[in-house]
C-alpha cells in the first residue's frame, strides 16, 4: 500500500460482494463482461422494464420461479432436457438466460437484435416428439407465449414482493407491454400487454400443464443446486426458498413443494439480501 492511501473496509466489502455476482452471472473463462447500458436499447432510459430488470435479487428469485412454472409444460420440458445438457450445466443455463435478458433490455438495438435471431435459429433446431406422441417445436408461438408469460409474470412479482411495493397499477402494465416487444420479435402469440392479460392468458393454459415425475424431479434439481463457497450457497438456499414462496399455491400443489416453514423469515431475509446487494452496486452504476 502506497504512502496516502489508506484501506476502505466499506469500499473492499462493496467489491467483493460485487465481484462475486459478477463472477456468478459472467463466464470469465469466455471473457464475458457486464452487459454495458445503451441510449440506443429497444427500451430507452425510465423504461419500466429497465427498472424491474435491473436488481440482482429480485430477478434471481423471478427467474427461478419462473423456470419452475415453465417446466410444468410439457413441450417446454421436453425441449430443454433433450435438446440442452440443463442437468449437467445448470450455471451455464442461468447465465445465457440472464445475459439474454440483459442485452435485449440495455445493449444497443443492432446487439439485442443479434441475440434474439441467435435464440430464434436455435428455436428453429429444436423439436421432437411427446410420450403421447404429440409433436413439439421450440419456435411454436403458443409455446412462446407461454415460455415468455410465465417469465414475464415471474419476475413482475418478484419486484414487487422484494423491491417496489408500491409499483402502481399502470407501471405494472407497461412493464407487460415492454416485455412484449420482446417475446413479438421472438414469435410468440399471443402476448399479454397487460397484468389482467397475463393472468387470463395462464389461466387458458392452465389445462396444458403436466406435473409429471420428470418435472417434479427437475423443479428438485433446481432447487437443489448449490455454490461452491459457503456463502453463494446460503443464498441459493434463500433464493429457492423465497422462488417457491412466490409460486402460487396451485403450482406449488402441482409440484408436490412445500412453502417455506417460515415464510415471514424467508421473506425478512430475502429483502435483506436484495437491500444489501443494491448497497453494494449503488455507486457502481
Same mark, same amino acid.
Given at each position: 500500500?502506497?504512502?496516502?492511501?489508506?484501506?476502505?473496509?466499506?469500499?473492499?466489502?462493496?467489491?467483493?460482494?460485487?465481484?462475486?455476482?459478477?463472477?456468478?452471472?459472467?463466464?470469465?473463462?469466455?471473457?464475458?463482461?457486464? &452487459?454495458?447500458?445503451?441510449?440506443?436499447?429497444?427500451?430507452?432510459?425510465?423504461?419500466?422494464?429497465?427498472?424491474?430488470?435491473?436488481?440482482?435479487?429480485?430477478?434471481?428469485?423471478?427467474?427461478?420461479?419462473?423456470?419452475?412454472?415453465?417446466?410444468?409444460?410439457?413441450?417446454?420440458?421436453?425441449? &430443454?432436457?433433450?435438446?440442452?445438457?440443463?442437468?449437467?450445466?445448470?450455471?451455464?443455463?442461468?447465465?445465457?438466460?440472464?445475459?439474454?435478458?440483459?442485452?435485449?433490455?440495455?445493449?444497443?438495438?443492432?446487439?439485442?437484435?443479434?441475440?434474439?435471431?441467435?435464440?430464434?435459429?436455435?428455436?428453429?433446431?429444436?423439436?421432437?416428439?411427446?410420450?403421447?406422441?404429440?409433436?413439439?417445436?421450440?419456435?411454436?408461438?403458443?409455446?412462446?407465449? =407461454?415460455?415468455?408469460?410465465?417469465?414475464?409474470?415471474?419476475?413482475?412479482?418478484?419486484?414487487?414482493?422484494?423491491?417496489?411495493?408500491?409499483?402502481?397499477?399502470?407501471?405494472?402494465?407497461?412493464?407487460?407491454?415492454?416485455?412484449?416487444?420482446?417475446?413479438?420479435?421472438?414469435?410468440?402469440?399471443?402476448?399479454?400487454?397487460?397484468?389482467?392479460?397475463?393472468? /387470463?392468458?395462464?389461466?387458458?393454459?392452465?389445462?396444458?400443464? &403436466?406435473?409429471?415425475?420428470?418435472?417434479?424431479?427437475?423443479?428438485?434439481?433446481?432447487?437443489?443446486?448449490?455454490?461452491?463457497?459457503?456463502?453463494?450457497?446460503?443464498?441459493?438456499?434463500?433464493?429457492?426458498?423465497?422462488?417457491?414462496?412466490?409460486?402460487?399455491? =396451485?403450482?406449488?400443489?402441482?409440484?408436490?413443494?412445500?412453502?417455506? /416453514?417460515?415464510?415471514?423469515?424467508?421473506?425478512?431475509?430475502?429483502?435483506?439480501?436484495?437491500?444489501?446487494?443494491?448497497?453494494?452496486?449503488?455507486?457502481?452504476?
Amino acid at each position: 500500500m502506497s504512502a496516502g492511501t489508506f484501506f476502505n473496509p466499506v469500499h473492499a466489502l462493496r467489491g467483493r460482494i460485487v465481484g462475486e455476482v459478477r463472477a456468478v452471472f459472467n463466464d470469465r473463462a469466455k471473457g464475458e463482461t457486464p &452487459v454495458k447500458s445503451s441510449d440506443d436499447a429497444i427500451f430507452p432510459p425510465g423504461s419500466v422494464i429497465r427498472r424491474v430488470h435491473s436488481d440482482v435479487t429480485t430477478m434471481m428469485v423471478g427467474g427461478t420461479s419462473a423456470l419452475l412454472l415453465q417446466m410444468l409444460h410439457p413441450a417446454a420440458l421436453a425441449g &430443454v432436457l433433450e435438446h440442452s445438457n440443463f442437468r449437467d450445466d445448470m450455471l451455464g443455463r442461468l447465465r445465457r438466460t440472464a445475459r439474454f435478458i440483459a442485452i435485449t433490455t440495455y445493449a444497443d438495438h443492432i446487439t439485442a437484435q443479434a441475440a434474439i435471431e441467435r435464440v430464434r435459429a436455435i428455436h428453429d433446431r429444436v423439436s421432437g416428439t411427446l410420450g403421447d406422441g404429440t409433436p413439439y417445436h421450440a419456435s411454436d408461438p403458443h409455446l412462446l407465449a =407461454w415460455v415468455h408469460v410465465a417469465e414475464a409474470t415471474s419476475f413482475l412479482k418478484s419486484r414487487i414482493a422484494y423491491a417496489e411495493p408500491r409499483m402502481t397499477r399502470a407501471d405494472q402494465d407497461r412493464y407487460f407491454a415492454e416485455s412484449a416487444e420482446v417475446a413479438l420479435r421472438l414469435g410468440a402469440d399471443p402476448v399479454p400487454r397487460t397484468r389482467a392479460e397475463a393472468a /387470463a392468458l395462464i389461466a387458458a393454459m392452465r389445462p396444458e400443464l &403436466v406435473a409429471s415425475h420428470e418435472c417434479r424431479e427437475v423443479a428438485r434439481l433446481i432447487l437443489a443446486q448449490r455454490a461452491p463457497g459457503a456463502m453463494q450457497s446460503s443464498a441459493q438456499r434463500l433464493l429457492a426458498l423465497a422462488a417457491v414462496d412466490l409460486l402460487p399455491g =396451485w403450482v406449488r400443489t402441482m409440484l408436490r413443494l412445500e412453502a417455506p /416453514a417460515a415464510p415471514l423469515l424467508t421473506r425478512a431475509a430475502t429483502f435483506g439480501m436484495a437491500a444489501t446487494l443494491r448497497w453494494a452496486f449503488a455507486t457502481r452504476r
